[in-house]
């Protein structure tokens, strides 16, 4: 693999995928709408993602050994790239999401999610495609699944937390902490799977130079609840927690589901996971004093 192609790339663990891919040797291309220049090294090419006209300007003679797309949350966007890559791309890999489980079904406790469970090859596509991006995603992946244009990858990321985390979810349960605020926590607390920036960018590091297809589960051993959240970031000071108000939401992370995954597939095929809590303490956690 000498040619890699990020679609998106300009934050969080897309950067550091990107910063991966370049620091291992691979001529990286970056393709977004330009609100932030790629790390040093790195080609840039610059469309929107909506315009698909754009997009196959920018894109127009040229050919990769593998596409990384971390922003593909339609149908709509999967055929446009269908269109765009078709003979043109050795492999595709879209990041997809633990949201792809989130289909309504009550799932048993302690049965942790696998890839069959959410089929792309049957998943039906409709034009309601964005009604939800767990709906979105599981869409997308049954568009590009089905296409057979190129070799297909699609990697359901699990919940990825880390110091840069620009949706400031895990900021919420600190900051909450640090003031004494109790923290929203669903009556059932049921563990869902984690994963950090770091180990979500070397997992599609990983994925686009394998040759396997098809659906892979990134997640770091250890499912953890909301309140093993709080534990972990409060160190062992007390903190609270509380059950939601009516009409109120609980704290992100806060599941009245069980959100377990299975990434068995992934280690079989070579990739080793962390464990949560090898890594989670050493996030940018509270300082008391």
Known sequence: MENVLVIGGNRYFGRGLVTLLRDSGVRVTVLNRGSAAPPPGVAHLVADREDEAAMAAALA??????????????????????????????????????????????????????????DPQRWPVSGEGESSYGEGKRQAEAVLTRSGAFPFVTVRAAHVLGADDFTGRLASYRERIEAGLPVTVHPENLPSSYTHDAEMADVLRWAAAADFTGPVNACSHGELTATDLCDLLANGR????????????????????????????????????????????????????
């Open 61 to 118: 003679g040229r050919s990769f050994d593998a596409v990384v797309d971390q922003v593909c949350y339609t149908p709509r966007h999967a055929e446009a790239a269908v269109r765009a890559f078709a003979g043109r791309v050795g492999r595709y890999v879209m990041t997809s999401t633990i949201e792809v489980y989130d289909t309504g079904e009550c799932r048993p406790l302690g049965v942790p999610l696998a890839e069959q469970v959410v």
């Open 238 to 289: 007390p903190y609270r927690t509380a059950p939601p108000a009516p009409g109120e939401e609980a704290s992100p992370f806060s599941f009245d589901r069980y959100y377990g995954m299975d990434n068995s597939r992934a280690e079989k095929l070579g990739y080793t996971f962390s464990h949560t809590r090898d890594w989670l303490p050493a996030l940018r956690l509270p300082t008391y004093e």
